[in-house]
């Protein structure tokens, strides 16, 4: 959206080899410091093969004024499936992911609380899509995460796994349009705030997008 309010860039990082495609996005809510975080330090990595589209500031407006909300809303219930997006932004940035032709989609997302504890929040949590094998990735994420990464000392933010069939089906969340319209898998991943500084957030939010990916065959080289 060049020459707008909401312009923002696009990169495309190449590896060595050709590979599947990966769309990261960060930022779709602009309070979420980790998720664009994360997503901007991904348009410098090095990858062995493949591809990487990163929109890291998706919501450009709404990082700017550090609110979960932009213009239109919620960015991220703006995608229903099998229909328009619900704003100019909504649709530019679905033509970006149509036009990538993926074979994965990360959103990368910050949550409140802990799973099962404060129940008005989703807590650390990879919510995914339907696609083939996507229960069997996210669920080595998962372990991997919990095992090697999130202390014995605080079993609360263990990270846990969710379908996207558990949520509204209408919610007009990006990989529900993303499992609706293209079929391919997608995973939208959240980690806590609660208790956790920003360098363990980075880290952890780093580590699984780096292993959704390997799981998709893009290795990580830099």
Known sequence: MEGTDHETAIYEVNGSEEGPTAVILGGMHGDEINGYRVAADATNWEIDAGRLIVIPFANIVAVERNSRRGPDGDLNRL??????????????????????????????????????????????????????????????????MNDHHVPQTMRFHRFTMANIH?????????????????????????????????????????????????????????
Do not use: C, M
Request: no cysteine.
């Open 79 to 144: 995608f229903p499936g099998g229909r328009e997006p619900e704003s100019a932004f909504a649709r530019a940035i679905w033509r970006v992911v149509e036009d990538a032709d993926p074979d994965v989609v990360i959103d990368l997302h910050r949550s409140r609380g802990l799973f099962n504890t404060h129940h008005r929040w989703i807590g650390q949590v990879v919510l995914l899509t339907e696609a083939d094998g996507t229960t069997d990735i996210a669920e080595d994420v998962i372990d991997y």
């Open 166 to 222: 558990d949520t509204d089906r209408d919610s007009g969340l990006l990989i529900q349009k993303v499992h609706h319209d293209l079929d391919v898998p997608g995973f939208l991943v959240e980690s806590t705030d609660f208790l956790l500084d920003l360098k363990t957030q980075l880290r952890w939010t780093t580590t699984i997008t780096e292993r959704l990916l390997e799981r998709y065959g893009i290795q990580r080289t830099v």
